[in-house]
């Protein structure tokens, strides 16, 4: 157990709808990423958020969006979905340690999105 | 933005065999160099890691080594046991603070 958790495991949805994914990182961890990962695809990074800012961005369509709240928790909304939308939505964090790079990522067991 | 190429894309190495795996990234200002394993079904996780201000890095049977003037590194596993079957991630990271970018991974196949 990863201490990350995520919800729901997994989502079944028409084209069109809009869905919601929830992270809870690590206890202490400021830092959440999100990830796509599609069949047999790699780790596609979408974004992060550290602190409750939002800190970097990946290839996130303008259909997605995200927040971390201040309980540092964090959601990824999904919007107008479509057919290739359909995959494995990973959430991790990571402790951040001002003079040492650090950068374990700890990840959560991930939410599979299944658009129909 | 940074760009993280792996290679192979797939590797299939009988049981005792070594497997070597190297990726190249585009971003000298990258410091932090993770590798990640994934099983089928399951969450990545970190399983070596190695910072710029290192050449090498060992723990048992996993080893990394980097090179920062090519911007390569690679992940070598030896005595490869069939456990050792799934896909590896390299990825990059520049300070604390920054993104982890991966790369589009390689699937290992430990044939007994």
């Known amino acids: 157990d990863s201490g990350v958790t995520q919800t729901p495991k997994h989502l079944i949805t028409a084209t069109g709808q809009r869905v919601t994914l929830r992270c809870s990182p690590r206890?202490?961890?400021?830092?959440v990423y999100w990830y796509q990962q599609s069949l047999d695809q790699g780790l596609q990074f979408l974004i992060q958020?550290?602190?409750?800012?939002?800190?970097a961005k990946g290839n996130i369509l303008e259909r997605f969006s995200a927040q971390q709240f201040p309980d540092l928790h964090s959601e990824l909304n999904l919007s107008s979905l479509e057919l290739g939308d359909s995959a494995l939505y990973f959430c991790?964090?990571?402790?951040?340690?001002?003079?040492?790079?650090?950068?374990?990522?700890?990840f959560g067991e991930g939410s599979r999105l299944t658009v129909l | 933005g940074e760009n993280v190429e792996q290679h192979p894309s797939t590797l299939s190495v009988q049981e005792g065999d070594s497997a070597v795996i190297k990726c190249t990234y585009s971003?000298?200002?990258?410091?932090?160099f993770p590798w990640y394993k994934q099983e089928l079904g399951k969450r990545p996780q970190l399983i070596i890691d190695?910072?710029?201000?290192?050449g090498e890095k060992k723990d048992q049977r996993i080893a990394v080594t980097l090179n920062k003037t090519a911007k390569h590194f690679s992940l070598h596993i030896t005595e490869t046991q069939p456990e050792d079957s799934a896909v590896y991630f390299c990825?990059?990271?520049?300070?604390?603070?920054?993104?982890?970018?991966f790369g589009p991974g390689t699937s290992l196949s430990v044939i007994p």
């Open positions: 991790a964090s990571s402790v951040v340690t001002s003079g040492r790079i650090t950068g374990e990522l700890f």
């Open positions: 206890s202490g961890d400021l830092s």
């Open positions: 958020y550290y602190n409750g800012e939002e800190r």
């Open positions: 971003d000298s200002a990258s410091n932090y």
């Open positions: 190695i910072r710029s201000n290192v």
């Open positions: 990825a990059v990271k520049k300070t604390s603070y920054d993104k982890v970018i």
